[in-house]
């Protein structure tokens, strides 16, 4: 933790960045206990006012309690599908001049993407273009980001309690994105297990490892299909075990019985 604290500090963020987050274009109906569901993820939030009159309807801020929570949902959050509608999140900035170059900037953003799909300033009124612009927007930006080599689609949990069903692993894994395919052990050498294949890269293995489920705290990998990933897997697993037999001072016979 303490290293955790000190990689922190050494990070300097965008002028912009900062604990409160402006929301647009969220569904109408809204409430608060459903911003926290969608927010509370990235961190302790402190404060959620969502709008309720005719000019604010549609919008909220979100006050994080660390200014990093607020970065991190801000990256993540932006494009996100909330019932058929793509968010627009924003740091809050209390000055007009920040303010300004903000808009600019979304308005440069535009241009660029009105450009590259062909889309004229009268086909924006229809409804459907916006979303198929935030949506290229976010994976513009998926694709600048350079994954570690093991990361794929497909997800291997392990310790989930024996009784789980398919459809609540889909309430559990399904906030991550679309999923293609959901397999639960049946077996008794693979219950407790469980393969989920999403149609995308997600960021569910970085948020659901250690995730408690009935009092039994997920171990979520990627699925490596390679034998020279499950030869690795295999070695470290009895180097495991070796440290386990000489720790407790058992032998190999006494494992056999």
């Not at 960045?17 to 402190?46: C, H, Q, W």
């Not at 030869?231 to 440290?243: A, F, P, Y």
């Amino acid at each position: 933790m303490a290293l955790a604290m000190q990689k922190r500090n050494n990070v300097r963020l965008p002028p912009e960045v900062n604990r409160v987050l402006y929301i647009r274009n969220l569904p109408y109906k809204i409430t608060s206990d459903e911003m926290y569901d969608i927010f509370g993820k990235y961190g302790a939030i402190r404060q959620i006012r969502v709008g309720n009159t005719p000019e604010t309807r549609g919008t909220a801020f979100v006050v994080f309690e660390d200014i990093f929570d607020a970065k991190n949902a801000c990256d993540h959050l932006s494009g996100f599908n909330v019932c058929n509608r793509y968010l627009v999140v924003l740091y809050y900035q209390s000055t007009k001049a920040f303010k300004r170059v903000d808009v600019d900037k979304k308005q440069e953003e535009l241009e660029k993407m009105k450009t590259k799909y062909n889309i004229s300033t009268d086909e924006l009124k229809n409804e459907e273009n916006p979303r198929k612009i935030a949506m290229a927007l976010a994976m513009q930006k998926r694709n600048n980001v350079r994954l570690p080599p093991e990361v794929n689609r497909v997800l291997y949990i392990r310790n989930l309690p024996y009784k789980i069903t398919s459809d609540e692993m889909y309430d559990i894994f399904g906030k991550y994105g679309a999923i293609r395919q959901i397999r639960v052990g049946n077996t008794p050498e693979t219950r407790g297990t469980a393969f989920v294949i999403f149609l995308m890269q997600k960021n569910a293995c970085d948020h659901l490892s250690g995730f408690n489920v009935c009092n039994r705290y997920l171990v979520v990998l990627y699925y490596q299909s390679t034998k020279a990933f499950k030869r690795v897997d295999v070695d470290k697993k009895q180097e495991e075990l070796e440290k386990m037999k000489t720790k407790y001072n058992i032998s190999t016979d006494e494992l056999k019985k």
